[in-house]
């Protein structure tokens, strides 16, 4: 198998109302291969080490806000780099990496919502 995942993050921007897209428009994700052959995913070490790889390549293809202070923006950001962390996290499959990821607050499962009943 090989050590390569490609990591794709779909701009929250298609769905927001900071930017319209004209509906003709072919809509082309970003995405970036991070290698990780060099690394030992089985140990914490490895994991750590996948893991800022993956942050970044997450961080690049999001492009961030110009300014903190356009916090639409930033609040956008954030959200399609956790979103393409976690996807490219459940994606590469690792064990180490998956706790990792959860020790630092990067959800990794399917997340249910329970709506609590009033009577």
Not at 42 to 70: D, F
Not at 103 to 114: D, K, L, Y
Request: charge should be positive; proline fraction near 3%.
């Amino acid at each position: 198998m090989k050590n390569s995942i490609i990591l794709v993050a779909v701009a929250a921007f298609v769905t927001c109302s900071v930017t319209i897209a004209k509906a003709d428009s072919a809509f082309e994700p970003l995405s970036v291969t991070v290698q990780f052959a060099d690394l030992d995913t089985a140990n914490t070490q490895g994991a750590a080490a996948l893991y800022r790889r993956l942050k970044a390549a997450a961080a690049s293809v999001c492009r961030g806000p110009v300014s903190n202070k356009e916090l639409a923006r930033v609040w956008i950001y954030t959200d399609c780099v956790h979103t393409a962390l976690s996807a490219a996290i459940v994606k590469v499959n690792r064990p180490a990496l998956t706790a990792f990821a959860a020790a630092h607050g990067v959800p990794t499962g399917e997340s249910t919502i329970r709506i609590a009943d009033n009577k």
